[in-house]
Nanobody, 128 residues
Framework: QVQLVESGGGSVQAGGSLRLSCAGS????????MGWFRQAPGREREGVAR????????AVGDSVKGRFTISRDSAKEILYLQMDHLKPEDTAMYYC?????????????????????WGQGTQVTVSS
C-alpha cells in the first residue's frame, strides 16, 4: 500500500530555514502528483506546493512564493520542501500527500480534497 512518511520538521527562529522530506513507497506509477499542505490550529488545511511528475511542473502557494521550493529525487522517491525566510505565520503541521488517478487534474486544482494518500505530518514551529 502507498505510504508517505514526512520528516525534517522542528522549531526555528524567524528568518531561519528548514527542509522537509517525504519518503514515498508502495506505488509504481510514473505520472502522479505529490504536494505539501499545512494546517494550523483552528484553520483549514491549505496547499503549500505541489509537483506533477509527468512534466516536473510545480506550483507554489502565494503565501510562500519566493521563500519555499518543492523538489523531488525520483531515484529515491523523496519529495522535498525547502523552506527559507520562515515567518511565525508558517507555524503549522505540514503534510505530504499524493494522488495517482486524475493526477494532472487534481495537481492543477491543488485542492487537498483531491489527494488520496497522506502522511502523518511533521510539525514546524517558527518563533519571532
Amino acid at each position: 500500500q502507498v505510504q508517505l512518511v514526512e520528516s525534517g520538521g522542528g522549531s526555528v527562529q524567524a528568518g531561519g530555514s528548514l527542509r522537509l522530506s517525504c519518503a514515498g513507497s508502495g506505488y509504481t506509477a510514473s505520472n502522479y502528483c505529490m504536494g505539501w499542505f499545512r494546517q494550523a490550529p483552528g484553520r483549514e488545511r491549505e496547499g503549500v506546493a505541489r509537483l506533477y511528475t509527468g512534466t516536473n511542473g510545480t506550483a507554489v502557494g502565494d503565501s510562500v512564493k519566493g521563500r519555499f521550493t518543492i523538489s523531488r529525487d525520483s531515484a529515491k522517491e523523496i519529495l522535498y520542501l525547502q523552506m527559507d525566510h520562515l515567518k511565525p505565520e508558517d507555524t503549522a503541521m505540514y503534510y505530504c500527500a499524493a494522488v495517482f488517478r486524475g493526477a494532472a487534474f487534481f495537481c492543477g486544482r491543488g485542492d487537498p480534497s483531491g489527494f488520496d494518500y497522506w502522511g502523518q505530518g511533521t510539525q514546524v514551529t517558527v518563533s519571532s
